[in-house]
């Protein structure tokens, strides 16, 4: 069976989703067709048996459109108010749409510190094997409202990355607004080619991370080879593809070869910890 194929077989999944993939580009606004199809795949999914974590970015871009601000905000304390008032938006959203099938889903809200701390980290563990066991779907972000620069992860690439670490997961996807991996930038350099697996994070693949952060979120393609990193070492697979069309989740789990998928190979030496501490990948 080739890589793709495994693919079929994963049971414990993370899913991330950029704020670029949850909103119209052109006003900000939750994009509440995609969200809807998007939450009938995951349900489909939990209905399959399979465990699904989904760590959901756009708490900053909620509260922005809320708040009426024209502009991303740059103040810190600004942005926490909008993340204060988005979060609870976003978790009202996905509360309703969810509760059209019947899923229950829960809230869990991670600070570095959370991570840190060993029994904040135990706990936390705990939490997701209750939830996961009672077929619940978390929904996750970094609590944004309380993070301080010294102690915030900054983009749900990493989050993502380091959730499925904790939780043992076999494969994190994360749904972003480019393709994957290309050899350089595409938008600069028409002769880029597309990078369809990767085997080995190297230097080379490490060099290609050029930054394209997205006008939304944070995270460019240097977070996502970082994330890439962290997820297999920990041994999950991880796969970037482009969330413009949600049913592309589907094509991930039927194994068809669409966006970058990165080879988990355990790294034994791996220890979540080390990296949190050292931030070592980054
Ligand atoms: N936690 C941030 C939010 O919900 C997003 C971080 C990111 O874009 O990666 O707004």
């Avoid at 080739?2 to 077989?9: A, Q, Y």
């Avoid at 301080?148 to 670490?165: H, K, M, P, Q």
């Avoid at 350089?184 to 080379?204: H, M, Q, Y």
């Amino acid at each position: 069976m080739n890589s793709r194929e495994l693919l079929k077989k994963k049971q414990r999944i993370v899913i991330k989703l950029g704020s670029s993939t949850i909103t119209h580009e052109k006003t900000g606004a939750l994009n509440l067709g995609k969200l809807e199809k998007l939450i009938r795949i995951l349900t489909d999914l939990t209905n399959q048996g399979k465990e699904l974590v989904l760590v959901s970015s756009g708490a900053i871009a909620v509260g922005r459109k809320a708040l009426g601000l024209k502009t991303k905000p740059t103040e810190k304390s600004l942005k926490q108010a909008c993340a204060a008032v988005g979060q609870a938006k976003l978790m009202m959203v996905y509360q309703k749409l969810f509760s059209e099938y019947n899923q229950t889903l829960a809230q869990v809200l991670i600070t570095k510190y959370t991570m840190l701390n060993d029994i904040s980290r135990e706990n936390a563990q705990n939490t997701f094997r209750e939830l996961l066991q009672m077929h619940i779907i978390p929904i996750v972000n970094e609590n944004d409202t309380v993070s301080t620069d010294e102690i915030e992860f900054g983009d749900n690439d990493t989050l993502s990355a380091l959730v499925a670490a904790l939780i043992h997961a076999d494969l994190l996807i994360l749904l972003s607004d480019i393709d994957g991996l290309y050899t350089d930038d595409p938008t600069k350099n028409p002769e880029a080619s597309f990078i369809s697996i990767v085997g080995k994070i190297d230097e080379t693949i490490c060099n290609m991370g050029k930054e394209s952060a997205t006008s939304l979120g944070t995270g460019g393609m240097t977070t996502k080879i970082s994330a890439a990193r962290i997820a297999t070492d920990s041994g999950a697979d991880m796969v970037i593809v482009n969330g413009k069309d949600i049913h592309i989740l589907e094509d991930v789990l039927a194994g068809k070869n669409v966006g970058t998928l990165f080879k988990a190979h355990k790294n034994h030496g791996f220890e979540l910890m080390d990296y949190i501490k050292t931030k070592q990948y980054s």
